[in-house]
């Protein structure tokens, strides 16, 4: 067979190649299908995360209420309120709510200094101290009103995205990397409500 012979029969399957429809439609979902199954997970996941994020606020905004409707307050009582503002944040449990409440005592000066009157904080489920007592601390200047006393109470969680999450502890890796541990967090200032400072004797 010649040289000429073997030109022909190779444009010859050229052309029935490229006339054979019989692939397309699975060649063009291949193609798609990655895409389709990315956005159909995106779009699932947009819903719970704008609620997560709205209950981050939520839960900020009532621990501060709660907190400042007290003439004073005791540690376990504390601890206590900052257990029922993780408890809005069901049922998301993938992962746990961080909260820190610092009451902060603006001093009656020419140059007032702002500093911490008692601390508690909850990480991972568990209660400790968060910054020791007349350390300097910071608040926005509208609110840094000689001898005024506030409650800070800040909130914070590392969004795990269902398409992320595992039961285990193992990390994500790969491109769902990008994705996992989306930090939330929200910030409030609220002052007393029923008296000019919140004791906290045993905090």
Partial sequence: MSSFDWINKAIGFVRRAGADRKGV?????AFIAPLLLTMYFVTMEIAPAIDANKKVGRSASMIADLVTQQQSVSKSEVEAIMSIGEA?????????????????????????????????KM????????????????????????GSFLIRVETALDYRPIITWTASAKATTGLLA??????????????????????????
């Fill in 123 to 146: 990480v991972d489920g568990a209660f400790s101290q968060d910054a020791a007592k007349d350390t300097v601390t910071t608040v926005p200047a509208s609110l840094k009103v000689k």
């Fill in 178 to 203: 990008a994705f996992d541990n989306i930090n939330m967090k929200e910030t409030y200032y609220l002052r007393p409500r029923m008296s000019n400072s919140i004791d906290c004797s045993t905090c």
């Fill in 88 to 120: 809005t944040l069901n049922p998301y449990n993938r992962s746990q709510l961080k909260v820190v409440i610092t009451a902060i005592t603006v001093t009656d000066e020419e140059n007032p200094k702002v500093l911490v009157a008692w601390s508690r």
């Fill in 25 to 29: 439609a699975a060649i063009e979902f």
